[in-house]
């Protein structure tokens, strides 16, 4: 079963990504240090960066029943928020996360478009979803354990965040969610 390209929710819409995109995700978040502080990717330098993204989101768009999602207010689509998605392990195993806009923040959006994941990952057949915060990002862990996610454990010195300074890795906390079938 494929993912659809586009899911509503009450204030959003989340679509898989397109080329034409590449400009507003660089504007909106992905160049912004004080976003991607904690994400696992380095900040975009260039809108090329972007771009590699986007080439690397039709693949998984390819290869798995889903991928990355863009987030846009449903009242004004031309309102780029954030991102989202899933990345598959396997067929029942997924990787979630999020990121949005400073602007965006503290609103309900990364709540409102998780659930929107994990609702999509029950349909697909995903029995477990994955995701990772720095230990210090707590306002990340309190949006998973709203959306139903189980804090797992500590992980120390597991992950090398690569917008951190000084580079060397950091603890994180795993969570997951799981279905029964």
Known sequence: MKAPERIETPRLLLRKPVPADAEAVFRRYAADPKVTRYLSWPTHRTVADTQAFLSWSDDE???WPAGP???FLRSDI???LGGTGLSFKSPTHAITGYVFAQD???QGFATESLIAMVDLARDLGVMRIDALTHAAHAASARVLEKCGFQREEVRREHFLFPNLKPQKK???ISFACCFDR
């Open 61 to 63: 768009w390819e290869k």
């Open 69 to 71: 999602y863009l987030v």
């Open 78 to 80: 031309r309102v780029l």
């Open 104 to 106: 965006a923040w503290k």
């Open 170 to 172: 950091s603890d994180v």
